[in-house]
């Protein structure tokens, strides 16, 4: 019989090497890593959603497909919501979701959110389910880009067709209109017109499967523009088209439609009358609601107001009542309801604006569900009252950032909705989360040493909240002026939509704010001062107004050369690194007296510099996330700099760790051990033992997801890993001994115990309230790690001792005498009500390493 103990002084050993071992070239099995999980904390708020369908035949089943968190399944009309897609899609941007008549369940899901905002996720591909979404296979249209629609033949499940709008940010020849007629084994791209011009919509004629019409777009996002239409002169050019035979053919429809510019569009028709469409269209003259009768053939403008046509790139909503022609649903900042035929529409309410999409049961009309930026909601009264979208953890968070209380807070701004402050762990008091200062684009962060004062910022408006002062909210402008339909030369202080803060890791009032200048407070926001000249790059041709050739949309999402990125060094004030949008690197070593352009020489102009880290351990170390993505180039970039910036090393090269084509979007060191780095990518999560120079996934349970920022919390004794997600809110990996303790590769199969961090005694794990599982909390009490090495026999033992050495529990992979009980020993147990959080009765003695 062998028995597993090890003496402390024999894992402070083990730690203490780990100094020396940062550049050892050395990557891990992943059964180091097998009992380590990503914690989902909330905010339980749901988020942007892009595409909802149901099932005419089960009327309470709806689907919907976020922008950042997967496709999700609800069968009680959007009173709780399951994930359907964690763990079996490489990407969480949605496009499209649809159910096949025939089959319900057969279930196609195209990724790439078609609504392409600045901050859109690349799709990779289709996805189709045989089982009602429990188990899905890829069925390739890798490249397509982001796919708008996918409609299937209502008697032929096999026969699909897809509409991809293309890659949102250059000219793909794969746009157009791909067609499967095997259940998607082999795809032929039936409409194909030139690079530019993707399908932005696509619908089959009720009765008619083979009759199809698709409309061809040109959109395209820049850092600093968002293009939306040509000219009627290319050739071939933007419109509506029709093919009567299942797309081997096809015709431009033209009579009475705009003969100008020509931006997106989407047509609807009601099953009740085939043969009439409708058409929301941007176009330069003439955008609006358009109407046929004759699937086609003509058409007539019905309503030409400008409330349906606003921000068309990004809303273009559309939906038609299938049992009444009449009523017709149009979606932009508001949701509007016509019963005549669209010659006027009402506002109707919804839980949240800015609308996406609409699908109605053709059995019945009562029963619905629609889509906008906060979420899904379902309605089974035809729109009157609504689901709730507090059920649905979908949210995008800008970034996160911690303060030092425990349990400690989570602090970031959700995408189209409030900041908020979430805890680590449940208060007991029911508070899920509480909204903070700022606005949805935050930054939002706790004042250093006081986390009752909370700073945020708003596109240039930088606000302080006192908690403890009944909400009080002072603002002041840093610029004092507006960045909404402005052009950036008549602006003084350039600043972007999500424009970057940090505060002083020295002064706890020291607050810094960027523009194409970094702005300075010592007195917590009441005054600013120019701390330096502008740091931006500033090249020709992209300092204008964004939103061409039609729409206008100057909101400040593409204000190009700004400042991204800001940090101070944790170990040397006033040593402040500054990165903008159009690719430089500043650092100031004096406070700001004086500055160097640093940007790492050979890096491509223009790429937005996402996030920067400063060194734990040596001041002139720094860190470097290059987001290059918005120019179509979809390299990682990492890199490195041990001398202030004088020289770099590029930490991707695409073969050590990270593929080729994963944009990186955040990096940062773990305080504890030298040469830990974890990386965040448009995909997921890497981890990288040796500085850099070799990377593995690290993806554990997270879902496939952007991670948008990270931080090293450090908190009693304690470090976790705390992570920002564009579409599944935050994420906490607790507990990071397993990993900084972890030894040199060579030496890692070999069993060991690990030092335990130390315990702090919290009330065990509570119920989220929200109708789904929610978050799940760490158990109350200590967390122990150890590896088994693979040869491993007999069973495994762990004894714990008190501080005179005598043992006060043992805990076996046999079961020991009296040992089996959960409840609190000698004490009364079921009879009193009183239970300790449980603990294994058994020790798991696979191979591998346990928690």
């Known amino acids: 019989m062998s028995a597993f103990h090890q003496p402390r002084r024999t894992v402070l050993a083990i730690f203490a090497t780990l100094a020396f071992s940062a550049h050892a070239q050395q990557t891990y099995s992943p059964a180091q890593f097998t009992n380590l999980h990503y914690r989902e904390v909330g905010p339980y708020r749901g988020g942007r959603v ?19 968190g997967g496709v999700w399944k609800s069968t009680d009309a959007g009173h709780s919501w399951n994930n359907l897609t964690d763990g079996q899609f490489s990407v969480g941007s949605m496009g499209a979701v649809e159910v096949s008549q025939s089959d319900p369940n057969v279930i196609y899901a195209g990724t790439g959110s078609s609504k392409i905002r600045s901050n859109v996720s690349i799709g990779r591909g289709i996805y189709k389910s045989s089982d009602a979404g429990k188990t899905w296979q890829f069925l390739g249209l890798r490249d397509v880009g982001q796919i708008a629609t996918i409609r299937v033949n209502p008697t032929d499940a096999n026969d699909v067709f897809v509409a991809a ?68 002169s290319d ?28 931006g997106r569009a989407n047509v609807a028709l009601s099953n009740a009358a085939p043969d009439r469409l409708y058409a929301l269209i941007e176009a330069k003259p003439g955008a609006g609601l358009y109407r046929s009768d004759d699937a086609g053939s003509s058409w007539t403008l019905v309503n030409g107001e400008g409330k349906l046509t606003t921000r068309p790139f990004y809303y273009d909503t559309l939906g038609v009542d299938p049992n009444h022609p009449d009523t017709v649903f149009v979606g932009d900042e508001n949701w509007m309801k016509s019963t005549d035929a669209g010659q006027t529409f009402r506002n109707q309410r919804t839980p949240h604006g800015d609308n996406h999409d609409v699908w109605i049961n053709p059995k019945n009309s009562q029963f619905m569900i629609q889509a906008n ?5 379902v309605s089974l009264d035809g729109g009157v009252t609504w689901s709730t979208q507090a059920n649905q953890p979908t949210a995008e968070i800008y970034q996160v950032a911690v303060d030092d209380q425990f349990p400690y807070r989570l602090y970031g701004a959700q995408q189209d909705n409030t900041t908020v402050i ?22 939002i962060i706790p004042k250093l040493n006081d986390p009752t004062v909370v700073w945020g910022g708003c596109k240039g408006q930088f606000t302080r909240l006192n908690l403890t002062t009944n909400n009080n909210e002072q603002r002041f402008w840093v610029g004092s002026e507006s960045l909404y339909g402005n052009e950036p030369p008549a602006l003084e202080y350039r600043f972007q939509r999500v424009s970057p803060m940090e505060i002083s890791p020295f002064e706890p009032n020291t607050v810094y704010y960027g523009s194409q200048f970094l702005s300075r407070s010592k007195d917590g926001g009441l005054h600013w001062e120019k701390l330096s000249p502008d740091l931006t790059a500033k090249p020709a041709r992209t300092q204008y107004g964004s939103g061409e050739p039609i729409t206008r949309d100057a909101t400040g999402e593409e204000m190009y050369s700004t400042l991204y990125a800001i940090r101070e060094s944790p170990l040397k004030q006033g040593v402040i690194w500054t990165g903008s949008n159009d690719g430089l690197v500043y650092v100031t070593q004096d406070n700001g007296q004086h500055w160097s352009n640093v940007t790492p020489p050979g890096l491509k102009p223009g790429g937005r510099i996402q996030n920067i880290e400063p060194g734990h351990f040596q001041p002139g170390t720094a860190y470097l996330a290059i987001y290059r993505y918005l120019l179509g180039d979809f390299a990682p970039y990492l890199y490195r700099t041990d001398d202030f910036g004088h020289s770099w090393t590029c930490l991707t090269d695409g073969h050590n760790g990270i593929a080729p084509d994963e944009p990186t979007r955040v990096l940062r060191e773990d305080p504890a051990r030298p040469g830990l780095l974890y990386a965040g990518t448009e995909f997921g999560m890497y981890v990288s033992f040796n500085r850099g120079e070799q990377w593995q996934k690290f993806q554990l349970n997270l879902p496939a997801v952007p991670v948008t920022d990270m931080k090293v919390a450090a908190h009693s004794g304690q470090t976790d890993l705390v992570l920002s997600t564009q579409g599944r809110g935050f994420w906490i990996l607790d507990d990071l001994s397993a990993l900084e303790q972890l030894p040199p590769a060579a030496e890692a199969d070999s069993t060991r115990l690990y030092k335990p961090s130390p315990a702090i005694r919290i009330p065990a794990n509570g119920d989220h309230g929200s109708g789904n599982e929610g978050p799940q909390y760490p158990l109350a009490g200590a967390n122990i790690h150890y590896f088994l090495a693979a040869n491993q026999a007999g069973p495994v033992t762990l004894n714990i001792l008190d501080s005179s050495g005598k043992v006060v529990r043992s805990l076996s992979s046999v079961a020991l005498p009296g ?31 346990h928690r």
């Not at 009980?821 to 009193?832: F, I, N, P, V």
């Open 50 to 68: 892009t595409t909802v369908t149901g099932v005419p035949s089960q009327p309470l089943t709806f689907y919907m497909g976020t922008v950042g």
């Open 165 to 232: 709008q293309g890659n949102p940010f250059i000219a793909n020849k794969e746009r157009g209109v791909w067609r499967s007629q095997d259940g998607g084994k082999t795809w032929k791209q039936v409409l194909s017109l030139s690079p530019d011009l993707g399908a932005a919509d696509l619908e089959l004629q009720p009765g008619h499967p083979n009759v199809v019409f698709a409309c061809m777009w040109h959109g395209l996002r820049h850092p600093w523009t968002i293009i939306s239409g040509s000219p009627a």
């Open 235 to 262: 050739t071939p050019s933007a419109g509506i088209y029709k093919s009567t035979d299942s797309g081997a053919h096809w015709t431009k429809l033209a009579n009475g439609l705009p003969t100008g510019e020509f």
């Open 373 to 377: 930026d906060g979420g899904a909601n």
């Open 422 to 443: 979430v805890p680590s762990l449940p208060l007991g008091n029911g508070q899920e989360f509480r909204e903070g200062p700022g606005c949805e684009t935050g930054p």
């Open 819 to 849: 040992r089996a009980r959960t409840t609190e020993e000698g004490g009364g147990g079921d009879e009193e009500g009183r239970f300790r959080p449980q603990y294994p009765a058994t020790l798991d003695a696979t191979p591998g390493m």
